[in-house]
């Protein structure tokens, strides 16, 4: 059994109903899984949605072969419809943040041949790990010009690719993908191999602004 991934669907939905295929307790929290599911499973550098399953909080939310598991706070019967609520204000901070990510190491890899080794959307600020050294002058000119992406409102496209329109596709992946691939193109300034939710238009992200670099 796998789970529907409907966030893969529609990034925008906070609320959904689902059926409850398995429940069971370990160390006190109930272990939950449904047929279908709006919530986003952490991976890719991109934390886990929280939020609520009917009147049970759900605290954390991990995938496995493709099964998707909800911790919860309470037990929800087998066979039961559930209504899902994500909570909205940290999965849009999540949308906004990771679509940033995509523009502006879409843009370094442009500008320089940086590659993104790796990323982690944390509060405030998200962290990125280039694969070169780059100058406080490299920097700020990928800043600047990732920000024009974002003042262009572009449309951002995610979508599984038929194999043979992908084999014609230079795209980034930080690893060998095996089956379906799903990419995004961040407004043109950035394809990447990558499951996480965005935002639909570039503009949204609202800004970029680089705190801090080391090496």
């Known amino acids: 059994m796998s789970t529907t991934r409907l966030f893969d669907q529609d990034a925008y939905l906070g609320e959904f ?3 409850v295929e398995r429940s069971v307790c370990e160390g006190g929290m109930y272990r939950v899984l449904l047929a279908q599911t709006a919530f986003y499973p952490e991976g ?3 934390p886990c ?8 909080l759900v605290t954390d939310v991990q995938e496995h072969g493709g099964v998707i598991t909800h911790t919860v706070s309470a037990a929800l019967p087998v066979g039961q419809t559930v209504e ?8 849009r901070d999540h949308m906004e943040q990771h ?3 995509h523009i502006l190491s879409g843009t370094l890899h442009r ?6 080794v790796g990323f982690h959307i944390g509060s405030p600020a998200v962290r990125m790990d280039m694969s070169v050294p780059l100058t406080a002058g490299q920097l700020a000119e990928a800043e600047a010009q ?8 572009a449309p951002v496209r995610c979508w599984y690719p ?3 329109d992908l084999a014609k596709l230079t795209y980034r992946s930080k690893k060998e993908i095996d089956g379906a691939v799903r990419l995004v193109d961040a407004g043109g300034a950035d394809l990447c191999a990558c499951c996480g939710t965005h935002v639909s238009t570039t503009g949204q992200v609202g800004a970029i602004k680089i705190l801090s670099a080391q090496s």
Do not use: H, K, S
């Open 162 to 164: 038929a194999p043979e």
């Open 99 to 101: 679509t940033g990510e």
């Open 146 to 153: 990732a920000n024009a992406v974002i003042r262009a409102d």
């Open 44 to 46: 890719g550098g991109q």
């Open 49 to 56: 949605d929280t939020g609520a399953l009917g009147t049970a």
């Open 111 to 116: 500008l320089f041949g940086a590659e993104n």
């Open 17 to 19: 109903e689902a059926t």
């Open 84 to 91: 899902g609520r994500i909570d909205w204000a940290r999965r």
